[in-house]
C-alpha cells in the first residue's frame, strides 16, 4: 500500500508541475499579445493624428493662399482612381493580415 501513496504522490507532484508550466506558457503568451496589440493601437493613434494635422496645416495653407484643397484634386480624376485603387489593395492586404493572425491565434 505505501507504494502506491508514493506512486500517488508523485504523479500529483508531475500533474501539478505540467499544469503550472502549461499555465505560465499560456500566460505569458496572452500578455505578450496584449502588449503587441497595445503597441499597434498606439502607433495607429499617433499615425492618425500625424495625419489630422497634416490635412489641418495643408487647409490653414491653402486658406491663406485662397486656393480650396479639394478644387486642386478635382482636377485629376485619374489620381483619385489611382488612390482608390491603393486603398483597395492595402484593405485586401489587411484582409489576407487578419486571416493569417485569426488562423495563428486558434
Do not use: C, W
Not at 14 to 33: F, G, K, M, Q
Not at 61 to 84: F, H, K, R
Request: charged share 25%; hydrophobic share 40%.
Amino acid at each position: 500500500m505505501r507504494n502506491n501513496l508514493v506512486q500517488a504522490f508523485f504523479v500529483g507532484r508531475a500533474l501539478a508541475e505540467v499544469i503550472n508550466e502549461r499555465l505560465e506558457v499560456t500566460l505569458t503568451d496572452a500578455l505578450s499579445e496584449l502588449g503587441k496589440f497595445d503597441a499597434e493601437m498606439k502607433e495607429q493613434l499617433h499615425q492618425f493624428t500625424e495625419e489630422v494635422m497634416t490635412r489641418a496645416s495643408r487647409a490653414a495653407e491653402a486658406s491663406q493662399t485662397g486656393v480650396t484643397p479639394s478644387s486642386t484634386n478635382a482636377n485629376s480624376p485619374t489620381d483619385l482612381q489611382a488612390e482608390i485603387d491603393d486603398l483597395r489593395a492595402e484593405v485586401a492586404l489587411l484582409r489576407t493580415e487578419l486571416q493569417k493572425y485569426r488562423s495563428g491565434a486558434k
